[in-house]
């Protein structure tokens, strides 16, 4: 009997290789799935299929964990604020846990003997798969041809040419990675410090002009309102979202960090949706959360996009986060109004019971109703004699 592959298939030219390649010249049988994080739709997802059929795979299936991806990433993200570097919304990095955990689910339900995936040795996402079906599979093994081999993207189109599989992978300029939460654009200009995308390069062009002022409302920090409108799946929300805002070329921008393997790496990206969501709630979370709730839940979720972006999920650690994340918001809650322009939009306002502004005890610059002039002073004096005492000790000591 042959022994049993399962690749991790989106259907591009490392994975297309990849099909051919193990089963032609290993003789594997080849399993075949694409995990859909919200990127593909259904007629993408019929092409990868017939594609996959077409190199000769066994069999082909579509994992759909777009909603599971939401549900225990993004929203972790949004109460966290998560920025990576202050800039990306860590939109692929994100998806791929969750590709990668339903690959292996997969794997395991199929008894394959290995797991394979198609990424190359200079990027994130091999350490993200490996990782995790290491730690949810060790018995599982792990190929890696395009890794392994160093192989160039003409020798893999050649190689398929040459066995009878003939397919339009010349002309991407681009690698482009779509997903719920933004979509990535890397190639050309991207590997170069000094030089940024062209507009054609993003998969949404910029269409709308003038601007238009829209809503986000938000219930224990979730978004479940646009313009008005409830929605009981976020997904949809999302979406809706991003079809309204993309057209105005908004979260559009360039990420450079710290790659997993230690070398620098840049990438382009256009997120509209994520960008607006996170920046509302952030807003809304001035508004309704104490200074220190506010202090600490910046920390932590510098910790969680970073571990998130390193292929850390798994790690114990990042439930604990997710459980402070979680309590956090149960008064985050309330509208926040935007106006989108080409390019950019602005944070109008929020409305909220929960607003820490509308108390009784004073109105900033203009008015105190709970303390006196009196209180103000013994606290300032109070305040400052840390202060005073190291000035004192300083100047006793004729230091000025």
């Known amino acids: 009997?042959?022994?049993?592959?399962?690749?991790?298939?989106?259907?591009?030219?490392?994975?297309?290789?990849?099909?051919?390649?193990?089963?032609?010249?290993?003789?594997?049988?080849?399993?075949?799935?694409?995990?859909?994080?919200?990127?593909?739709?259904?007629?993408?997802?019929?092409?990868?299929?017939?594609?996959?059929?077409?190199?000769?795979?066994?069999?082909?299936?579509?994992?759909?964990?777009?909603?599971?991806?939401?549900?225990?990433?993004?929203?972790?993200?949004?109460?966290?604020?998560?920025?990576?570097?202050?800039?990306?919304?860590?939109?692929?990095?994100?998806?791929?846990?969750?590709?990668?955990?339903?690959?292996?689910?997969?794997?395991?339900?199929?008894?394959?003997?290995?797991?394979?995936?198609?990424?190359?040795?200079?990027?994130?996402?091999?350490?993200?798969?490996?990782?995790?079906?290491?730690?949810?599979?060790?018995?599982?093994?792990?190929l890696t041809?395009?890794?392994?081999?160093?192989?160039?993207?003409?020798?893999?189109?050649?190689?398929?040419?040459?066995?009878?599989?003939?397919?339009?992978?010349?002309?991407?300029?681009?690698?482009?990675?779509?997903?719920?939460?933004?979509?990535?654009?890397?190639?050309?200009?991207?590997?170069?410090?000094?030089?940024?995308?062209?507009?054609?390069?993003?998969?949404?062009?910029?269409?709308?002009?003038?601007?238009?002022?829209?809503?986000?409302?938000?219930?224990?920090?979730?978004?479940?309102?646009?313009?008005g409108k409830t929605y009981d799946d976020k997904v949809a929300l999302i979406r809706d979202l991003e079809r309204l805002a993309a057209p105005f070329g908004i979260g559009r921008d360039m990420h450079i960090g710290d790659t997993i393997i230690g070398i620098k790496g840049r990438v382009g990206f256009e997120a509209a949706a994520p960008m607006l969501i996170i920046n509302a709630h952030k807003m809304l979370e001035k508004h309704t959360l104490s200074k220190w709730q506010l202090y600490w839940k910046e920390q932590l979720g510098n910790w969680y996009g970073m571990f998130l972006h390193e292929a850390q999920y798994l790690d114990p650690v990042m439930r604990d986060i997710e459980a402070f994340l979680l309590q956090s918001q149960q008064q985050v809650n309330g509208t926040v109004f935007l106006r989108l322009y080409p390019r950019s939009y602005t944070l109008v306002g929020v409305d909220s019971p929960y607003d820490l502004m509308k108390t009784d005890f004073g109105e900033y610059g203009e008015v105190n109703r709970a303390w006196t002039a009196d209180d103000v002073k013994g606290f300032t004096k109070i305040m400052g004699n840390p202060m005073k005492i190291f000035h004192n000790v300083r100047k006793r000591n004729g230091m000025l």
């Open 1 to 142: 009997m042959k022994e049993k592959v399962l690749l991790a298939f989106s259907g591009g030219l490392d994975t297309s290789f990849c099909a051919m390649y193990l089963s032609r010249e290993k003789g594997y049988e080849v399993h075949t799935a694409v995990a859909n994080t919200g990127g593909f739709d259904e007629e993408e997802l019929k092409r990868i299929e017939e594609r996959a059929y077409r190199l000769g795979v066994t069999s082909h299936v579509a994992l759909d964990v777009t909603r599971e991806y939401y549900e225990k990433s993004i929203r972790y993200m949004i109460f966290g604020n998560v920025l990576r570097n202050g800039t990306y919304p860590i939109s692929v990095s994100s998806e791929r846990i969750f590709q990668a955990m339903a690959i292996i689910d997969y794997a395991q339900k199929i008894a394959a003997d290995y797991v394979a995936h198609g990424s190359t040795g200079a990027g994130n996402d091999q350490v993200r798969f490996d990782l995790t079906f290491d730690v949810l599979a060790p018995e599982i093994k792990i």
């Open 145 to 227: 041809p395009t890794r392994d081999m160093t192989l160039t993207r003409e020798y893999e189109i050649d190689y398929l040419r040459k066995h009878g599989y003939e397919a339009d992978f010349t002309k991407m300029e681009y690698s482009i990675n779509k997903g719920l939460w933004g979509t990535s654009i890397g190639g050309k200009e991207t590997l170069k410090s000094e030089q940024t995308l062209p507009d054609s390069a993003y998969p949404s062009q910029i269409e709308k002009s003038g601007e238009e002022d829209i809503s986000i409302g938000f219930d224990c920090g979730e978004p479940t309102v646009l313009n």
